[in-house]
């Protein structure tokens, strides 16, 4: 059983990091949790893990000074990523039941951790391999299992499963660099989508990777970009569309949806740099037709089910205003905790403040930690019974 934190306080470990395209996002996003975790209620503990992927417990004194630098946090002109932990200091390792460990000194326990905030976005952290991690510790974590987290991030998985459910989505194919190698011009005649369309990677984060292309030249190199980061790439019709995005909170069949919020870019698309860099906006609610609102989240709460979600969820959509038309176009099991974070803003508006979202997905954690162990204890319970 793991030990509560000391003076009553839920200890939590905030990992962030990893050797993903998107670092600097995760280390920016566990600045704001940290820093949106009640003192009264919670004990933080920042984990941050290296691009070598070794994990480290950053010097106390720069998490201070990264938490009490607020003024930056709170400027909206200010790319959304310039405050940010680092993922540097002394190498550590969790084991079982939550024990944080010096990893020269296995045997000496620096924390006990109650509960682990997996802020990582992208491969490694998103895609249910620390997801699985966390379970074969038996450590209650925030988030979706592995198996949402998997299909979550990889957007074929997620398609089919979005298919399924009779969901709208974006017309598009999806191919190997093999296949795209042999048959790249049948894979082009075949695909009847209209230009302009989007290239993406098909398991990646935050638009990293993601081009707009309007003839196949363009197309071509964009392919080669999108294969830096995966074996498998996605083209999608690119629809002129609004972009609106929906929070999800709870467990599969039981959840809320927050309002929607719309995201609005000064030029291009929501690439990598308007969403952390520049000047992509927020509107939250957005201002869209009440029964647009309603198709949004209610499609929003069926993409969460349809993927298995548990915890929290961003459901993206693209709205063609001239059509009337919805299209669901891909579910993050991890959203972004940034200063500019539209996850927080929609709940926000929906009622629900940034400490009690964190206060509730904490205990969305453990909850489901806890029914996880009494599950085993029946079993076991079950099994010598059957033996007798």
Not at 224 to 248: K, P, Q, T
Not at 339 to 347: I, N, P, Y
Request: glycine share 12%; aromatic share 6%; proline share 6%.
């Amino acid at each position: 059983m793991t030990e509560a934190a000391p003076e009553g306080r839920t200890c939590v470990g905030v990992v962030y990091g990893g050797p993903s395209a998107e670092h600097e996002v995760s280390a920016a996003s566990a600045l704001a949790v940290i820093r949106g975790l009640r003192a009264t209620r919670f004990r933080p503990v920042a984990i941050g893990i290296g691009r070598d992927g070794c994990w480290r417990l950053p010097p106390p004194a720069a998490v201070e000074a990264a938490v009490a630098a607020r003024a930056g946090a709170r400027d909206q002109d200010a790319p959304a990523i310039r405050d940010r932990l680092p993922a540097e200091g002394t190498q550590v390792e969790l084991r079982h039941g939550g024990r944080l460990v010096c990893s020269g000194s296995p045997e000496a326990v620096i924390e006990r951790l109650d509960v682990v905030f997996p802020v990582m976005h992208g491969p490694y952290g998103e895609d249910g391999v620390l997801q699985g991690y966390l379970e074969a510790l038996d450590v209650p974590y925030v988030g979706s299992g592995v198996t949402a987290s998997a299909v979550g991030m990889d957007k074929v998985a997620m398609r089919r499963a979005l298919a399924a459910e009779n969901l709208p989505i974006v017309p598009g194919i999806w191919f190997t660099e093999r296949q795209w190698r042999i048959h790249q011009d049948t894979l082009l005649a075949a695909s009847g989508l209209p230009w302009p369309r989007f290239v993406k990677p098909a398991s990646m984060g935050s638009s990293i990777g993601v081009s707009r292309v309007t003839g196949p030249a363009e197309q071509a190199r964009a392919v080669d970009e999108a294969f830096r980061y995966d074996d498998v790439v996605l083209v999608e019709e690119g629809i002129a569309a609004r972009e609106l995005l929906c929070g999800v909170i709870g467990a599969a069949g039981e959840a809320e949806a927050s309002v929607p919020s719309e995201l609005k870019v000064t030029g291009g698309f929501s690439d990598y740099a308007q969403k952390y860099l520049t000047g992509a906006m927020v509107t939250s609610p957005a201002a869209v037709p009440a029964d647009v609102t309603a198709g949004v989240r209610e499609m929003s709460l069926r993409a969460f089910q349809a993927i298995g979600g548990y915890g929290l969820a961003r459901v993206d959509f693209l709205y063609d205003e001239a059509a009337g038309q919805l299209y669901v176009g891909e579910i993050n099991t991890m959203p972004g905790f940034t200063a500019r974070s539209v996850f927080a803003r929609g709940w926000a508006h929906s009622g629900l403040p940034y400490e009690q979202l964190l206060d509730r997905l904490i205990g969305l954690a453990l909850a489901r930690h806890a029914r996880g162990r009494d599950r085993a204890r029946r079993s076991e319970f079950a099994t010598v019974e059957g033996a007798r």
